[in-house]
């Protein structure tokens, strides 16, 4: 699931998922916590494919890798960002997952850990770690 930030960092990731593992599209999130927004099939191959419109929260899958992938395309509306909060830890739960994966950046300036502020940083975190 992306946060929507600097240069589109974890929408971008998010989109390199869902075309490089083909997930299938499954449903959307319907909330009014979203700007409200529609755009045309970010993935399609063909024209026809192109024409479908797509919404601001959108759930992809593949069943046989056991992922479900949230791609949020549109800011959170800023009154609203605890209603959203809340309803997105309450389908996380009920829908059962077993981790939750928030991809995300930050501006340079942002950063506080001067001895490697030249260097990109990468994080991984896993069960076993």
């Known amino acids: 699931m992306p946060a929507v930030a600097v240069g589109n960092v974890g929408q971008l990731a998010v989109d390199l998922i869902i075309s490089t593992l083909n997930l299938s ?12 927004m529609a755009g045309n099939n970010p993935y399609s191959s063909c024209k026809e494919d192109a024409e479908g419109l797509h ?32 309803m997105l ?6 829908s059962g997952f077993s981790r939750t994966v928030v991809l995300s950046s930050s501006h340079t300036y942002q950063r506080d ?12 975190v896993c069960s076993k770690c």
């Not at 992938?69 to 809340?86: A, E, G, N």
């Not at 850990?113 to 991984?124: A, M």
Request: glycine letters at 2%; a positive charge; proline letters at 8%.
């Open 55 to 86: 919404c601001p929260a959108e759930v992809f899958t593949a069943a046989e890798r056991k992922l479900a992938v949230l791609q949020i395309r549109v800011p959170i509306i800023q009154k609203k960002s605890k209603k959203f909060r809340q």
């Open 25 to 36: 599209r499954v449903g959307y999130l319907h909330t009014d916590c979203l700007i409200p």
């Open 113 to 124: 850990d001067h001895p490697c502020f030249c260097l990109p940083q990468l994080f991984k």
């Open 89 to 94: 830890v309450s389908w996380i739960k009920s």
